[in-house]
Structure formats: structure tokens, C-alpha cells
């Protein structure tokens, strides 16, 4: 059993590594603000599922608090810490930067600060696709230059992806940060387009489809996702004067510090076009659909190189869009009772 220190644990692939670690035997803290950015009822939803369990604890407050983190932290005594608390959401970004600043670039700063205090296992961080930017080489692969943010969102993404590299280098912090591609499924966010679109068509709304539908998603099930977290832990990056005669070919390690980045996606875009027939075929009914230019800090396709992970690791992500989507629509309907 190891302990393992999660923030985010409210949260969509918080909740989820959470349920997953305690039903392996370890126990876990969950750190949250509970912030208001979407339904707090669906977040608070999710904690009193996992207060259910044993060996679940968790505390209520903000990441910029330094002082309450640190004595979470401090009291729970982690093995291990897993970040994936962050202001979310590309649209949102363009209204309230100053959220993302605040959440992902501080909030980083003071796990990273924790980080360097108590003697770690292994750090992990969340970042996004999205730092990849106007890439358009695809498969996106981890050491791709990643220097064309398109929106605030991702750039703060890439910039605590810099800080964790050089606090790995720095204080010797066992670190991997791991890049999610279009993650979905059931307890997803209301502002993810899989809730949006299943909660229009069954309410005779219209949904929008941005370029014109012309866009390609990896989409990636969040079970999927948080296996490939899960079998990430264990999988610690050495240091550059330890033993590396044994890293796999295209790894991402740094050769100044024990840092990897680590790409968890299904490494098979879907047309968006195609992902809303899915839905319209799982719910048995035809969406009206508004198709609209791009929006601003987008971009038009995603595709994650996921040789890596499955190096590491032995894991790929597998399921496919019908498997998952038809998971998403049986939690919404059971949830919301539609």
C-alpha cells in the first residue's frame, strides 16, 4: 500500500484515479477548492463517493493557499503525489486568464515548493495536448517542440511543465508530467462537448459545431486514462548520473533532470463529425446542429504518439468512442434522470 496524495479529487480524472487507487489497497488524500467554475453539486457528489470508501480522507481548500496545502500534506505524510487540480477549459480561458494564472501557474508553484520539503517517491503532474499548439506534425510525440500555445490555458500548462523540469533539476524531484488528450466519460464536466451535446439533443437544443465540424479529436476514455496514471506511478524517472542503459527508444527523460513527459491518449483521432453520430446513434435521436467558425485559442486536430506509455508502462489506451460514449449517456441519463 502506498500513500498517495491527489489533488483535484473532486474533479473529473480526479474522482476517477482517485476510485481506482483505493480500490488497489492505497490510501489516499484528495485535495480540493470546490471551485465554482461548474456545478459544485456534481463535484460534492463525487467526494461523498469516495468518502464511502476506506482509506479515503480528504481536505477542502484553495491550491494558492500555501499554508493549508502544506499542512495537508505535512499531516497525510505522501509517498507519492499526484497534481491534477488546475483551472480547466480553453473557451473560459479567453473570459477569466487571470483563473488560470492563479490556479495552474501558483498552485503549481506551491506543490513543487511541498514538493522539495518532504522526501518523494514520485511526483506527477498533469498538462495538456494543448501545449502542443499550432503543431501540425501529427502524431503529436513528447519530444516535439511545443512552443506555440494557442490560448492561455495551454500556456500556462507549458509553463508549469518548465517550473516542474526545473525543480526536478534543481532539488532532485522524481518527476513526470503527462499530457491528456480529450478526455470523456461518465461524471465528465458539464463544459466537456460529449455532457454539452447529450444534454442539448435530449432537451431539443441545438448544439454548436465549431469549424464547421471540420475538427479531429484523440478522444480518450477516462478509464483508459487513469489505468495508464495508475501503472505511471511506479514507473519513476532516474536521475541523469543513475542507471539509464535501460530507457526505451523516443524516451522523453531529460538529460538534466529526473523529468519525463509522457503523452496518454488513444492514438486514434475521431472526426468530430463522426463523434456526433455516435452520440446521435447512442441516444437515439438526431441532434440539430449550428455549425459556427473556429473559436479563438482552438485548434483543428489532436493525435497523441502514444509509444511511450505503452513503453513504460506495457498499457495502451483502447477503448473506442462507441464503448465510451455509450458508458457517458448511461451515467448522464441514471444521473440527471433523463
Known sequence: MQRIFITGTAGFIGYHLAELLLDHGHAVHGFDGITPYYDVQLKRRRHQQLLQKPN?????????????????????????????AAQAGVRYSLEEPRAYVEANI?????????????????????STSSVYGANTDMPFGETDKADTQLSIYAATKKA????????????????????????????????????????????????????????ERDFTFVGDLVRAIQLLIPVVPPSPDGDRTKMPDGDSLS??????????????????????????????????????????????ATWADAGLLEALTGYRPQTGIREGVADFVDWFRDYYQK
Open 255 to 300: 538529460p538534466a533532470a529526473p523529468f519525463r513527459i509522457v503523452n496518454i491518449g488513444n492514438s486514434a483521432p475521431v472526426k468530430l463529425l463522426d463523434f456526433i453520430d455516435e452520440i446521435e446513434a447512442c441516444l437515439g435521436k438526431k441532434a440539430v446542429r449550428n455549425y459556427l467558425p473556429m473559436q479563438p485559442g482552438d485548434v483543428q
Open 106 to 126: 501558483v498552485g503549481t508553484f506551491n506543490i513543487l515548493e511541498i514538493a522539495r520539503e518532504c522526501p518523494l517517491q514520485h511526483l506527477l503532474i498533469a
Open 160 to 215: 508549469t511543465e518548465s517550473m516542474a523540469h526545473s525543480y526536478a533539476h534543481l532539488f532532485s524531484i522524481p518527476t513526470t508530467m503527462f499530457r491528456f488528450f480529450t478526455v470523456y466519460g461518465p461524471w465528465g464536466r458539464p463544459d466537456l462537448a460529449l455532457f454539452r451535446f447529450v444534454d442539448a439533443i435530449l432537451d431539443d437544443r441545438p448544439i454548436d459545431v465549431y469549424n464547421n465540424g471540420d475538427m
Open 56 to 84: 479515503f480522507s480528504a481536505t477542502e481548500a484553495m491550491l494558492e493557499d500555501f499554508d493549508k496545502l502544506r499542512s495537508a500534506v505535512a499531516e497525510f505524510r505522501p509517498d507519492v503525489i499526484v497534481h491534477l
